[in-house]
């Protein structure tokens, strides 16, 4: 499946197939606005499957880098975690009320 729309969202630009989003942040909690989305490039089915499942645990996994000063909405700084093979980047670029998300796949192995 190919989606493209515009503005991209996120973080990553050079990297196909990728999901850009910009989360709202209120306090520790991250707010998902579809509006602010897009997936870029041909994903698989077996990709966006892996997107579906594991994006609410980035969500998760940010919420607790918030709580712990990790990331932080003054800074930009950017925080990698990967899952399901899939990479996830999230930063606030000092934004003080986003998180910008890019997740894409993770390269394989030669």
Same mark, same amino acid.
């Given at each position: 499946m190919t989606l493209y729309t515009s503005p991209p969202w996120g973080l990553r630009h050079d990297i196909t197939p990728c999901f850009g989003a910009r989360l709202v942040q209120e306090?520790? !909690?991250?707010?998902?606005?579809?509006? @602010?989305?897009?997936?870029?490039?041909?994903?698989?089915?077996?990709?966006? !499957?892996?997107?579906? @499942?594991?994006?609410?645990?980035?969500?998760? @996994?940010m919420e607790s880098a918030l709580r712990s000063g990790e990331l932080d909405p003054h800074k930009a700084h950017t925080l990698r975690r990967e899952k399901e093979g899939l990479i996830c980047e999230a930063d606030t670029r000092g934004s003080c009320g986003y998180v910008y998300v890019s997740v894409y796949p993770a390269p394989q192995p030669a």
């Amino acid at each position: 499946m190919t989606l493209y729309t515009s503005p991209p969202w996120g973080l990553r630009h050079d990297i196909t197939p990728c999901f850009g989003a910009r989360l709202v942040q209120e306090g520790n !909690r991250l707010h998902y606005l579809g509006d @602010r989305a897009g997936l870029y490039g041909t994903f698989s089915a077996m990709q966006l !499957r892996a997107l579906d @499942r594991s994006f609410p645990a980035f969500i998760r @996994r940010m919420e607790s880098a918030l709580r712990s000063g990790e990331l932080d909405p003054h800074k930009a700084h950017t925080l990698r975690r990967e899952k399901e093979g899939l990479i996830c980047e999230a930063d606030t670029r000092g934004s003080c009320g986003y998180v910008y998300v890019s997740v894409y796949p993770a390269p394989q192995p030669a």
